[in-house]
């Protein structure tokens, strides 16, 4: 199935200034809160090996990754909202915390066009999506 087969498209947008430890760290936190919004429809079923040794479910649909300076972050984010599109965000802040709780903490203490927007990820309709990411180069 490609990208087209899907009602939606999922993409995860990081910053272009970050280490690469940091960049695969928001990804991940970021596709956590995609699929902890879209619910179980976007979670195959369980992988098995030839041996039957079970693996556990992925995202059923691809996910595209795309790179951005902070403006363009801050762009997308209230690109999103104009839509109505829920967004999962990661902000600087949030490398210095060790617990949900705190990072909770962290974006809740700034307003939001002061948010250190270091990710932010979209699961959103195509033309949604389209009109999100316009502009974004695919990271390398």
């Keep these: 199935m490609g990208l087209s087969d899907f009602d939606t498209k999922v993409a995860v947008v990081v910053r272009d200034d970050l280490a690469t430890w940091q960049r695969l760290n928001v990804t991940a936190f970021l596709i956590s809160g995609v699929t902890a919004d879209a619910g179980a429809a976007v979670i195959g079923e369980d992988y098995a090996d030839a041996d039957g040794r ?9 996910v595209l990754v795309f790179e951005a300076g902070m403006e363009k972050l801050r762009t997308l984010r209230a690109r999103a909202e104009r839509r109505g599109v829920p967004v999962a965000i990661y902000t600087g802040e949030m490398f210095s915390t060790g617990n949900d709780h705190d990072n909770r903490a962290a974006v809740r203490d700034v307003p939001t066009a002061e948010l250190d927007l270091v990710g932010l990820a979209v699961r959103a309709p195509h033309r949604d999506a389209d009109a999100i990411l316009r502009g974004l180069a695919r990271h390398p």
């Design 54 to 62: 079970r693996y556990l479910p992925l995202l059923i649909q691809p």
